[in-house]
């Protein structure tokens, strides 16, 4: 059965009770119901609505009132009470009261349709904006109500300080509010009027605004005598009247009441208003005819024994009812506890109906004592006047309002409800967020956007965010604008090919499939077109970010035209250099041919003249002679070296040595040395001293030569050692450990790094005393670097010193292989030349071509000349030679052109190769390798000795494969 069916019997139930129908009846009797005048649409609507269910007060006597008796149904009693009986009949339809809903409950379910009609409710500003209100049926004015004996209280201007009970829903609350907002004085909200009264009565408050009707005979029922009607109030009556928030059944409830005769009228009001003592209105109090009613109930047992069952039934439920909404209210208490946020009502006197715990702990209080408490009496007066203007504004505007302040070092985001209360001020829900730590970390985010801004805006690269889709700009910095020279109005919203800023469209998808395969792009160099035109180089460098809600693509672009046209300048001048390089290089090449060729003539000559009958001073002479030319050879290959060198042309062999041969070849080729000084040359080998060793022997020979013929020249008595030992420990590699060591002067330690300069000698005067260049130690320096060695020495004046020179045991890990040489010219001589052969001599200069006639001189040879290329290739035509020496500078042709020409010609008609000897003035080791290449045997180096080039010759002619025979 549905709750308005239920009470709908329950009503019919109580309109049989005699003290309800008691004055009722005799009207009804006396008085025939008429027809109401209704109009379509209101028989329409009450046809619709057979049950109306009426909101009733209570406490409000003679007005209104509910008297619960237990076991038995409550019951609805007063003036409206009549009047609704009285125009029941009229309707035709159940009015059921709502005893289970508080009154004030009730004005808030005619808002949602849960009430439809109440029966007596005051009229008030408040109340029409959602009910639709009779004219009244009762009007009297309001009256204040004090204690005597009390605080002297006899108009409102003594309010100040003192407490007034009120009822929060009725209407004098909301003119108290309206009209005396700063009266001062504090509030004690009561039930009704009855426990208003009753508040004043006991001391509870001190004052009570109420109907003077309802005041007086509550005053008598109550027994009141310490209270008293202090004043009248200038307010509007106290107008009592039914009420709809249907307008129609507003207008039917009207035309109901208008029907009620006026003497059934005059009857009720005299019933529930007569003043005297006696009177024959029902006495609420005492209820009269209890026996009446119990006589009743007795005539109704027969079916009675089924509603009470019924009634039992129903209150079980409500108690199951009851513990579950308790366990609801606990639930809501506990979800209200669970949050952060500080959660209260409040009354509309701002004072505290419910506030859950951290609401209560930001007060420092528990919350059972923040109940009642006005709640800006305990915040700071500042905070509380602001807050008490918001409260305000949301009861005038019956809207939410959300703000944000600081109280107590926090800062709080507060929102406002009104919570809508028929008839009087709404009250509040507040709602506030702790909000000082999140707006800490957003003042953090903030600032820390802000420096990212800013470095976005004055970093010196170009900076800009682009969509990835679209390539549009969505943000550049300044940087930006300065390169390409727009400014960033004319670049947002535009793409790089809207602005012409490629140089070539196919960079857009390098770009994308750069970032596809690697998610970024790093460095990729990238031309650009700049608004003036002017193109610039650049390193792109981009990584796709999300930003302004969507995928964008941050590129930073670095400005290399200036890096890349000082590039471009160092690589001209260092091709120029090279050039130039190549230039001296050339140079010193022909200088040495050009002063050695003479040079060569001269030595030969000197080696010729040698052999010829002189005096005893045509002798000295002739060793003054020689040993003035081969210093000045000695100069300049030293010169041809270090410009070899320089010049990055030092190309170092890659052949397998015997290290103690090499150094006890350079022990036996200063022998003499040493033995025309008298000092003792010996050979030191480390137990450990390896036999075998990978790189170039001529080169490490070269370098022990220089250490030990200085060794020897420094060292006037004593003696000079060379060591070998294996050094693993020192280097990374083993190394090959040479050291020299002499007992001469020694070097002051300030030269010890010096004299390894081109150019240095310790002093002067040494070059008067010794002789030298201060080249040796610089070339050999230079020889052990591009071997992946080094030089040092230790040494003392005074004390001797020794030089000591590492190089890698095995050179091919640290170069590749080179070629090897052609055959060594120092190869040990063979035998003589022992029978006749034919030999072709190719050479240019008439000295030289004097110089072999003077070697060869007696030789079993028939030696034939060719001066220039063409006479060399036409001898070779016309007749056939065991052997050839090569000039390689001829007037017409290169003597390697020549060869080559030989060995192709020779290839063509199928005969022997003819063995060629180049004998070249270029001292540079390339050149052997260019004249193996062409197809010679042989290189000789000038200046050439008659022993060196005989020994040469005689292998020559020897690896022909011509039979040794002896000489004739
Ligand atoms: P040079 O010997 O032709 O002058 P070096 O470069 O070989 O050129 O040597 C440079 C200088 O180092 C020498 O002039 C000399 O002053 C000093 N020097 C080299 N070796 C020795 C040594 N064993 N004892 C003393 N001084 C030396």
Known sequence: MTRPGRFCRLWLLLL?????????????????????????????????????????????????????????????????????????????????????????????????????????????????????????????????????????????????????????????????????????????????????????????????????????????????????????????????????????????????????????????????????????????SQPRLLAGAAAALAVLAAAGWWWRRRLRAEAARRKAMEIDLGGHKEMLEAVLNATSDAILVLDDTYHVVMINNTGAERFGLKAEAMLGRGVLELIDAPVAAARRERYRQVQAAGQPVRFTDQRAGRVYDNTIYPIPAAGGRPRLAIYARDITEQLAADVAVRESQERLATIFRLAPVVVSITSLTEGRYLDVNEAFCALTGFSPEAVIGRSNQELGLWLNLADRDRIFRAIERDGLVRNLELSLRMRDGRLVTTLLSCTPIEAYGQPCLLSIVVDITGRKSMEEALRLAKESAETANQAKSRFLSTMSHEIRTPMNTILGMVDVLRGTPLSERQQDFLRTLEVAGESLMALLSDILELSKIESGSLQLAQSPYDPVEVLNHTAALLAPQAEAKHLALRVELAPDAPRQAHGDPDRIRQILVNLAGNAIKFTSHGEVCLRLDLSPAHFAREHLLFSVSDTGIGIPPEKHQTIFQPFTQVDS?????????????????????????????????????????????????????????????????????????????????????????????????????????????????????????????????????????????????????????????????????????????????????????????GRLLDDSGTPAAPEA
């Open 16 to 284: 049989w009770l005699p003290v309800w129908s008691a004055g009722a009846k005799a009207a009804l009797a006396t008085t025939p119901a008429p027809i109401l005048d209704l109009t379509a649409a209101e028989r329409r609507f009450l046809a619709d609505h057979p049950t109306l269910r009426v909101g009733v007060g209570s406490g409000q006597p003679p007005f209104q009132t509910i008297i619960r008796t237990p076991g038995a149904a409550p019951r609805y009693v007063g003036l409206s009470a009549d009047m609704l009986d009285a125009i029941a009949p009229l309707l035709g339809v159940a009015l059921v009261p709502a005893f289970d809903v508080t009154f004030t409950r009730a004005l808030e379910l005619s808002q949602t349709g849960g009430i439809d009609m109440f029966a007596g409710i005051t009229d008030t500003p408040g109340r029409r904006a959602f009910l639709h209100m009779t004219r009244p049926y009762a009007s009297h004015p309001y009256v204040m109500v004090t204690r005597q004996g009390g605080h002297d209280v006899r108009s409102m201007a003594d309010l100040g300080g003192k407490v007034i009970a009120v009822s929060p829903t009725f209407y004098a609350y909301e003119r108290l509010q309206l009209e005396y907002p700063d009266l001062g004085a504090r509030f004690d909200f009561e039930k009704n009027a009855l426990d208003t009264m009753a508040a004043v009565a006991n001391g509870q408050a001190d004052a009570c605004f109420l109907n003077i009707v309802a005041a007086t005979s509550i005053i008598r029922d109550q027994g009141h005598d310490n209270l008293r009607v202090t004043a009248v109030m200038s307010w509007p009556n106290n107008d009592i009247c039914m009420a709809s928030q249907h307008p129609l059944l507003a207008s039917i409830l009207q035309k109901a009441l208008d029907a009620i005769p006026p003497d059934r009228k005059r009857a009720m009001t005299a019933t529930w208003f007569a003043g005297s003592p006696g009177t024959s209105r029902p006495s609420i």
């Open 765 to 953: 005067s040494t070059t008067r005393s010794y002789g030298g260049t201060g080249l040796g130690l610089a070339i050999s320096t230079f020889l052990a670097d591009g071997m992946g060695g080094r030089l040092w020495l230790d040494s003392a004046p005074g004390q001797g010193s020794t030089f000591y020179c590492a190089v890698p045991r095995d050179c091919r890990l640290r170069r590749d292989q080179e070629k090897t040489d052609l055959p060594d010219s120092n190869a040990p001589t063979p035998p003589p030349l022992a029978r006749h052969h034919s030999l072709l001599v190719v050479e240019d200069s008439e000295p030289n071509r004097n110089l072999y006639d003077a070697f060869l001189e007696g030789l079993p040879l028939a030696v034939r000349y060719a001066v220039t290329g063409a006479q060399a290739l036409e001898c070779i035509e016309s007749g056939s030679f065991d052997a050839v020496i090569m000039d390689i500078q001829l007037p017409d042709l290169d003597g390697l052109t020549v060869i080559q020409e030989i060995r192709r010609r020779e290839a063509a008609y199928g005969r022997p190769a003819t063995p060629i000897m180049v004998v070249t003035a270029y001292a540079f080791r390339e050149d052997s390798g260019r004249a193996e290449a062409a197809g010679a045997d042989v290189l000789l180096t000038k200046p050439i000795q008659k022993s060196r080039f005989l020994a040469a010759l």
